[in-house]
């Protein structure tokens, strides 16, 4: 049997550039096994109160060793897992105000854009569209990156407004919480390719 | 034909690395559906719900029921004056499944301990079920002319509890319920058993209209079948009532042996209850 010298030609450029992709693009995806810890904190007039999961997903890709160099993420936070420790409170927030039923995600897609190392760790700053409530809002988001071995581990904290997603501001006896929602991200991922 | 094939190869190849947005991450398998939960509260006005609390939850209880009737008049402030029998309850949840309470009454000093356990829980679109158990002993220590530790002051009961709602507003309970000593002060012991119903209407997020009915089956009954009415107010981890009822009772095993007044002569107490959820 004969084979054409440009079809194995073609074959081992192929495999190449499959080969040359792959080791040029980074992904890392979340560590579902990880200590992954998202928190909501709400600032009431008579008493804060806490919120937690640990139901975090999603990717971080980019090509070589920059997380700037044509990053792409992803993370999605389950909802439907918000625990507040009040059995009766998760079931308000999920059914009355999130409505986790129609919107059982929270989501965020965009891309690194500054990267500052400093000693074990990179700050980063991300820019994206934040998706809550079926509502999508353009968001900057400040973070650090603190690599060790194949996984990264990522801590970030912002506001995110109720309203702006369209979700009403619960009441607590007539008074009215904090319309701004803190968030505390830490989470790890880990390289899958 | 051959370099066909190539590229084929090289086009699938390639493909197979790319998954999700360019990427090969996929959403993991981690979806856990919320707890069922039917009726928003733990009981309804004198009935319970086959709710529980998440575990470490505390829920504290004041009940009050106005002994002046309604019907009597201005004399009485149509029901409001006083005296009113009370109820302080506390509950703790030792699982997400279950809970403690302890409660007491000032109508002969009457102390409970119930512990309430969800036993079976059955998603369904149209007709979603919850069945709990609910078992309870309480010891009367103000009985007249009766020593505190007279064994007659014990009474035990049990509780079946089926809830179920529909369309996410109109829930409904049944509660078939057994006395032991529903009479404790009759020359033989006596036993109670009645079939209790439970519906509530959520016309809104915070807002409720409910009902309850307790009829007599067998055993003792204290001149009538208990009927209650009235609303429910939801905010934060608040339940407040405000209700009407012939039955001017609060703890189990007072409540279900049955009411002294007549509910078709309008001879109804007013009364409320407030829970509050707590977490340490």
């Given at each position: 049997?004969?084979i054409?010298?440009l ?5 081992v450029?192929s495999?190449?550039l499959?080969?040359?992709a792959a080791a ?6 979340v ?5 992954n810890?998202?928190?909501f ?6 008493e ?11 990717y ?11 990053s792409?993420l ?5 909802l ?20 986790t ?11 690194i854009?500054a990267?500052?190392?400093s000693?074990?760790?990179t700050?980063?700053k ?10 999508k809002?353009s ?6 990156i603190?690599p ?6 990522i801590?970030t ?13 619960p009441?607590?006896?007539f008074?009215?919480i ?6 505390v ?5 880990k390289?899958?390719? | ?12 190849t390639?493909?197979a690395?790319?998954?999700q ?17 039917l009726f ?34 201005s004399r009485?402030l ?14 703790y949840?030792?699982s ?7 409660g007491r ?7 409970e301990?119930?512990?309430k356990h969800?036993?079976l829980?059955?998603r369904?679109?149209t007709?979603?079920v919850l069945l709990a158990a ?10 007249n ?9 014990v009474q035990?009961?049990?509780?079946l509890i089926?809830n ?9 309970g049944v ?5 032991d000593?529903?009479r ?11 079939v ?17 009915w ?6 003792w009954?204290t ?5 209650a009415f009235?609303i429910?107010?939801?905010?934060g981890g ?14 189990t095993?007072?409540?279900?042996a049955?009411a ?7 001879d109804?107490h007013?009364?409320f209850?407030i ?5 340490f």
């Amino acid at each position: 049997m004969r084979i054409p010298g440009l079809t194995i030609s073609l074959a081992v450029a192929s495999l190449c550039l499959v080969m040359q992709a792959a080791a040029q693009r980074s992904e890392y995806h979340v560590d579902r096994a990880a200590k992954n810890l998202v928190t909501f904190i709400s600032d009431a007039p008579i008493e804060d109160f806490e919120g937690s999961t640990s139901k975090i997903d999603g990717y971080l890709a980019y090509d070589g060793e920059s997380f700037t160099s044509n990053s792409d993420l992803y993370f999605e936070v389950d909802l439907r897992t918000l625990d507040t420790g009040i059995g009766l409170r998760n079931r308000h927030m999920r059914e009355d105000y999130l409505h986790t039923k129609k919107y059982p995600y929270a989501k965020f897609r965009g891309k690194i854009i500054a990267a500052t190392p400093s000693g074990d760790k990179t700050t980063v700053k991300v820019s994206g569209s934040m998706d809550i409530h079926g509502v999508k809002r353009s968001m900057d988001i400040s973070g650090t990156i603190r690599p060790s071995g194949d996984r990264l581990r990522i801590t970030t904290t912002f506001d995110v407004s109720l309203p702006h997603h369209d979700i009403e501001v619960p009441q607590f006896m007539f008074m009215k919480i904090d319309e701004n929602m803190e968030l505390v991200l830490d989470f790890t991922l880990k390289n899958v390719k | 034909m051959r370099f066909v094939t190539v590229i084929i190869v090289f086009l699938i190849t390639a493909s197979a690395t790319v998954g999700q947005d360019g990427t090969s991450w996929h959403r993991g398998e981690t979806e856990q559906a919320p707890p069922l939960q039917l009726f928003h509260s733990t009981h309804g006005i004198n009935l319970p719900t086959a709710e529980v609390l998440q575990q470490g939850n505390v829920e504290f209880e004041v009940s009050h029921r106005f002994v002046p009737r309604v019907s009597d008049g201005s004399r009485h402030l149509w029901g409001f004056d006083g005296p009113s029998n009370i109820r302080l309850a506390l509950g703790y949840a030792y699982s997400d499944d279950g809970y403690v309470t302890l409660g007491r009454s000032n109508v002969q000093d009457n102390l409970e301990l119930t512990v309430k356990h969800q036993i079976l829980r059955w998603r369904n679109e149209t007709l979603p079920v919850l069945l709990a158990a609910r078992v309870g002993a309480a010891w009367n220590s103000d009985v007249n002319d009766r020593d505190a530790g007279d064994a007659r002051n014990v009474q035990y009961y049990a509780q079946l509890i089926f809830n179920t709602m529909y369309a996410d507003r109109f829930a409904l309970g049944v509660v078939p319920s057994y006395v032991d000593n529903s009479r404790i002060t009759h020359r033989d012991r006596q036993y109670t058993f009645v079939v209790g119903l439970h519906a509530q209407y959520y016309v809104t997020d915070v807002f409720n209209v409910v009902a309850e009915w307790i009829p007599t089956v067998s055993g003792w009954r204290t001149r009538h079948n208990t009927v209650a009415f009235g609303i429910e107010l939801e905010t934060g981890g608040h339940f407040f009532k405000i209700i009407a009822s012939n039955n001017e009772l609060l703890n189990t095993a007072q409540l279900l042996a049955g009411a002294t007044d007549s509910f078709d002569n309008g001879d109804l107490h007013i009364g409320f209850n407030i829970t509050r959820l707590l977490m340490f």
